[in-house]
Protein backbone atom coordinates (compact mmCIF):
# COMPACT_ATOMS: atom_id res chain seq x y z
CA UNK A 1 0.00 0.00 0.00
CA UNK A 2 1.27 3.55 -0.67
CA UNK A 3 -1.42 6.15 0.27
CA UNK A 4 -4.37 4.36 2.42
CA UNK A 5 -7.27 6.50 4.56
CA UNK A 6 -8.54 5.02 7.52
CA UNK A 7 -11.72 3.31 7.28
CA UNK A 8 -12.83 6.36 9.30
CA UNK A 9 -11.59 9.46 6.49
CA UNK A 10 -12.97 6.94 4.11
CA UNK A 11 -16.62 6.54 5.71
CA UNK A 12 -16.40 10.27 6.65
CA UNK A 13 -16.36 11.63 3.26
CA UNK A 14 -18.63 9.03 2.15
CA UNK A 15 -21.11 10.19 4.77
CA UNK A 16 -20.73 13.46 3.38
CA UNK A 17 -21.03 12.81 -0.17
CA UNK A 18 -24.34 10.73 1.07
CA UNK A 19 -26.00 13.74 2.67
CA UNK A 20 -24.56 16.15 -0.46
CA UNK A 21 -26.66 14.25 -2.66
CA UNK A 22 -29.67 14.26 -0.20
CA UNK A 23 -29.42 18.04 0.53
CA UNK A 24 -32.88 18.44 0.34
CA UNK A 25 -33.84 16.43 3.30
CA UNK A 26 -33.00 15.46 6.77
CA UNK A 27 -31.60 11.80 6.42
CA UNK A 28 -31.34 9.11 9.48
CA UNK A 29 -28.04 7.71 10.26
CA UNK A 30 -30.19 3.81 10.51
CA UNK A 31 -30.82 5.09 6.52
CA UNK A 32 -26.98 6.04 5.87
CA UNK A 33 -25.99 3.23 7.50
CA UNK A 34 -28.22 0.44 5.33
CA UNK A 35 -27.80 2.76 2.54
CA UNK A 36 -23.68 2.66 2.37
CA UNK A 37 -23.11 -0.34 4.00
CA UNK A 38 -21.53 0.93 7.27
CA UNK A 39 -22.05 -0.48 10.63
CA UNK A 40 -24.51 1.81 12.70
CA UNK A 41 -21.48 2.04 15.57
CA UNK A 42 -19.28 3.31 13.66
CA UNK A 43 -21.37 5.71 11.46
CA UNK A 44 -22.26 7.04 14.75
CA UNK A 45 -18.61 8.10 16.01
CA UNK A 46 -17.84 9.24 12.16
CA UNK A 47 -21.26 11.29 12.47
CA UNK A 48 -20.14 12.73 15.99
CA UNK A 49 -16.77 14.34 14.51
CA UNK A 50 -18.46 15.37 11.34
CA UNK A 51 -20.74 17.32 13.59
CA UNK A 52 -17.94 18.20 16.23
CA UNK A 53 -15.62 19.73 13.21
CA UNK A 54 -19.64 21.96 11.88
CA UNK A 55 -20.04 20.28 8.82
CA UNK A 56 -22.80 17.73 10.12
CA UNK A 57 -26.00 19.02 11.93
CA UNK A 58 -28.34 17.21 13.94
CA UNK A 59 -31.88 17.17 14.45
CA UNK A 60 -34.01 15.82 17.12
CA UNK A 61 -37.28 14.57 17.35
CA UNK A 62 -39.65 12.17 15.07
CA UNK A 63 -39.11 13.35 11.48
CA UNK A 64 -35.19 14.01 13.31
CA UNK A 65 -31.78 13.03 11.55
CA UNK A 66 -28.71 14.44 10.48
CA UNK A 67 -28.09 16.84 7.17
CA UNK A 68 -24.88 18.94 6.58
CA UNK A 69 -24.72 22.14 8.14
CA UNK A 70 -23.33 24.17 5.13
CA UNK A 71 -23.29 24.26 1.47
CA UNK A 72 -21.14 21.92 0.07
CA UNK A 73 -18.97 24.26 -1.86
CA UNK A 74 -17.71 25.36 2.02
CA UNK A 75 -16.71 21.94 2.95
CA UNK A 76 -12.81 21.56 2.22
CA UNK A 77 -11.65 18.11 1.42
CA UNK A 78 -8.18 18.60 2.46
CA UNK A 79 -9.91 20.35 5.96
CA UNK A 80 -12.31 16.44 5.76
CA UNK A 81 -8.98 14.26 5.79
CA UNK A 82 -6.58 16.46 7.82
CA UNK A 83 -9.32 16.72 10.76
CA UNK A 84 -10.44 12.77 10.46
CA UNK A 85 -7.33 11.21 10.28
CA UNK A 86 -5.43 10.54 13.56
CA UNK A 87 -1.61 9.97 12.35
CA UNK A 88 -0.08 11.82 9.07
CA UNK A 89 3.10 9.44 9.72
CA UNK A 90 4.52 8.16 6.25
CA UNK A 91 7.59 6.23 6.78
CA UNK A 92 7.99 3.96 9.57
CA UNK A 93 11.40 5.41 10.71
CA UNK A 94 8.92 8.59 11.34
CA UNK A 95 7.36 6.64 14.31
CA UNK A 96 8.59 8.72 17.49
CA UNK A 97 10.84 6.99 19.38
CA UNK A 98 12.12 5.13 16.93
CA UNK A 99 15.25 6.71 16.25
CA UNK A 100 18.00 3.88 15.83
CA UNK A 101 18.30 4.94 12.03
CA UNK A 102 22.21 6.02 11.76
CA UNK A 103 21.28 8.15 8.71
CA UNK A 104 18.70 10.27 11.20
CA UNK A 105 21.02 13.06 12.40
CA UNK A 106 21.00 14.12 8.49
CA UNK A 107 18.24 12.41 6.70
CA UNK A 108 16.62 14.48 3.98
CA UNK A 109 14.17 11.58 3.17
CA UNK A 110 11.99 12.78 5.44
CA UNK A 111 11.65 16.25 4.04
CA UNK A 112 11.74 15.12 0.57
CA UNK A 113 8.44 13.13 1.58
CA UNK A 114 7.02 15.78 3.62
CA UNK A 115 7.17 18.10 0.73
CA UNK A 116 5.08 15.63 -1.40
CA UNK A 117 2.51 15.24 1.49
CA UNK A 118 2.42 19.16 0.97
CA UNK A 119 2.13 18.62 -2.79
CA UNK A 120 -1.12 15.86 -1.93
CA UNK A 121 -2.60 18.13 0.53
CA UNK A 122 -2.79 21.02 -2.10
CA UNK A 123 -4.81 18.97 -4.38
CA UNK A 124 -7.53 18.53 -1.75
CA UNK A 125 -7.72 21.70 -0.34
CA UNK A 126 -8.25 22.65 -3.64
CA UNK A 127 -11.26 20.53 -3.62
CA UNK A 128 -14.75 20.86 -1.95
CA UNK A 129 -17.67 18.37 -1.09
CA UNK A 130 -19.56 20.02 -4.38
CA UNK A 131 -16.68 18.69 -6.66
CA UNK A 132 -17.54 14.91 -5.22
CA UNK A 133 -21.48 15.56 -6.19
CA UNK B 1 -2.30 6.92 9.17
CA UNK B 2 -2.84 8.73 5.82
CA UNK B 3 0.56 7.87 3.83
CA UNK B 4 2.16 5.15 4.57
CA UNK B 5 5.19 3.36 2.85
CA UNK B 6 5.33 -0.09 3.01
CA UNK B 7 8.55 -1.28 5.28
CA UNK B 8 10.11 -2.75 1.97
CA UNK B 9 9.93 0.79 0.43
CA UNK B 10 10.94 2.24 3.21
CA UNK B 11 13.85 -0.24 3.52
CA UNK B 12 14.98 0.25 -0.03
CA UNK B 13 14.77 3.71 0.55
CA UNK B 14 17.51 4.07 3.06
CA UNK B 15 19.46 0.61 1.58
CA UNK B 16 19.93 3.55 -1.13
CA UNK B 17 21.03 6.40 0.76
CA UNK B 18 23.44 4.07 3.06
CA UNK B 19 25.30 3.17 -0.44
CA UNK B 20 25.23 6.36 -1.61
CA UNK B 21 26.85 7.52 1.48
CA UNK B 22 29.06 5.10 0.74
CA UNK B 23 29.43 5.43 -3.26
CA UNK B 24 33.38 4.99 -2.57
CA UNK B 25 33.56 1.15 -1.87
CA UNK B 26 31.81 -1.78 -1.89
CA UNK B 27 29.38 -2.35 1.20
CA UNK B 28 28.59 -5.85 2.10
CA UNK B 29 24.95 -6.75 3.11
CA UNK B 30 25.70 -7.81 6.51
CA UNK B 31 27.29 -4.37 6.99
CA UNK B 32 24.23 -2.51 5.81
CA UNK B 33 22.07 -4.74 8.08
CA UNK B 34 23.85 -3.96 11.04
CA UNK B 35 24.47 -0.42 10.42
CA UNK B 36 20.63 -0.16 9.37
CA UNK B 37 19.12 -2.31 11.87
CA UNK B 38 17.24 -4.24 9.18
CA UNK B 39 17.15 -7.93 9.28
CA UNK B 40 19.77 -9.72 6.79
CA UNK B 41 16.74 -11.51 5.04
CA UNK B 42 14.32 -8.80 4.50
CA UNK B 43 17.27 -6.79 3.14
CA UNK B 44 18.26 -9.08 1.27
CA UNK B 45 15.01 -9.35 -0.72
CA UNK B 46 15.10 -5.08 -0.63
CA UNK B 47 18.95 -5.87 -2.50
CA UNK B 48 17.40 -8.44 -5.06
CA UNK B 49 14.41 -6.01 -6.38
CA UNK B 50 17.22 -2.95 -6.03
CA UNK B 51 19.48 -5.30 -8.05
CA UNK B 52 16.41 -6.18 -10.75
CA UNK B 53 15.62 -2.57 -10.82
CA UNK B 54 19.34 -1.77 -11.95
CA UNK B 55 19.96 0.67 -9.20
CA UNK B 56 22.67 -1.57 -7.32
CA UNK B 57 24.99 -4.33 -8.49
CA UNK B 58 26.58 -7.29 -6.88
CA UNK B 59 29.99 -7.68 -6.71
CA UNK B 60 30.89 -11.93 -6.14
CA UNK B 61 34.22 -12.94 -4.35
CA UNK B 62 35.95 -12.14 -1.65
CA UNK B 63 35.85 -8.23 -1.26
CA UNK B 64 31.97 -8.98 -2.76
CA UNK B 65 29.47 -6.64 -1.45
CA UNK B 66 26.97 -4.60 -2.82
CA UNK B 67 26.61 -0.86 -4.50
CA UNK B 68 25.35 1.20 -6.57
CA UNK B 69 25.23 1.01 -10.44
CA UNK B 70 24.49 4.52 -11.31
CA UNK B 71 25.59 8.03 -10.11
CA UNK B 72 22.69 8.79 -7.31
CA UNK B 73 21.80 11.91 -9.67
CA UNK B 74 20.02 9.05 -11.69
CA UNK B 75 18.13 7.03 -9.32
CA UNK B 76 14.77 9.49 -9.01
CA UNK B 77 12.87 8.95 -5.98
CA UNK B 78 9.28 8.82 -7.34
CA UNK B 79 10.56 5.74 -9.68
CA UNK B 80 12.25 3.78 -6.60
CA UNK B 81 8.72 4.07 -4.57
CA UNK B 82 6.39 3.24 -7.53
CA UNK B 83 8.21 0.15 -8.01
CA UNK B 84 8.80 -1.07 -4.73
CA UNK B 85 5.52 -0.20 -3.61
CA UNK B 86 3.07 -2.89 -5.04
CA UNK B 87 -0.61 -1.89 -4.13
CA UNK B 88 -1.27 2.13 -4.57
CA UNK B 89 -4.91 1.86 -3.62
CA UNK B 90 -5.94 4.94 -1.21
CA UNK B 91 -9.40 4.11 0.06
CA UNK B 92 -10.91 0.86 0.95
CA UNK B 93 -13.95 1.25 -1.24
CA UNK B 94 -10.85 1.18 -3.81
CA UNK B 95 -10.06 -2.60 -3.20
CA UNK B 96 -11.01 -4.09 -5.75
CA UNK B 97 -14.33 -6.79 -5.52
CA UNK B 98 -15.87 -4.43 -2.89
CA UNK B 99 -18.59 -3.11 -5.24
CA UNK B 100 -21.45 -2.99 -2.29
CA UNK B 101 -21.32 1.16 -2.34
CA UNK B 102 -24.27 2.70 -3.81
CA UNK B 103 -22.06 6.28 -4.63
CA UNK B 104 -19.66 3.79 -7.05
CA UNK B 105 -21.55 4.69 -10.62
CA UNK B 106 -20.59 7.80 -10.34
CA UNK B 107 -17.93 8.67 -7.00
CA UNK B 108 -15.61 11.36 -8.08
CA UNK B 109 -13.59 10.66 -4.63
CA UNK B 110 -11.82 8.60 -6.97
CA UNK B 111 -10.54 10.68 -9.55
CA UNK B 112 -9.74 13.36 -6.99
CA UNK B 113 -7.70 11.48 -4.59
CA UNK B 114 -5.83 9.47 -7.88
CA UNK B 115 -5.26 13.62 -8.92
CA UNK B 116 -4.02 13.90 -5.28
CA UNK B 117 -2.07 10.94 -5.29
CA UNK B 118 -0.29 12.05 -9.05
CA UNK B 119 0.40 15.92 -6.81
CA UNK B 120 2.38 13.36 -4.77
CA UNK B 121 4.39 11.41 -6.97
CA UNK B 122 5.13 14.85 -9.61
CA UNK B 123 6.76 15.71 -6.03
CA UNK B 124 8.95 12.82 -6.06
CA UNK B 125 9.52 12.43 -9.53
CA UNK B 126 11.42 16.14 -8.92
CA UNK B 127 13.85 14.15 -6.43
CA UNK B 128 16.96 12.14 -6.90
CA UNK B 129 19.01 9.93 -4.98
CA UNK B 130 21.26 12.54 -4.99
CA UNK B 131 19.09 14.91 -2.87
CA UNK B 132 19.10 12.63 -0.06
CA UNK B 133 22.46 12.26 0.62
Known amino acids: MLMRLTRFTDNAL ?13 VTVGEVSRRMA ?10 RRLVELGYVRTLRGRRGGVRLS ?3 SEI ?20 PGDHTCPLA ?16 FAA ?6 ADLL
Open 14 to 26: RCLMYLGRNADRV
Open 76 to 95: VIGDVVRNTEDNLAIVPCFA
Open 105 to 120: PDCRLANVLESALGAF
Open 70 to 72: KPA
Open 38 to 47: MSEDHLLKVV
Open 124 to 129: LQARTL
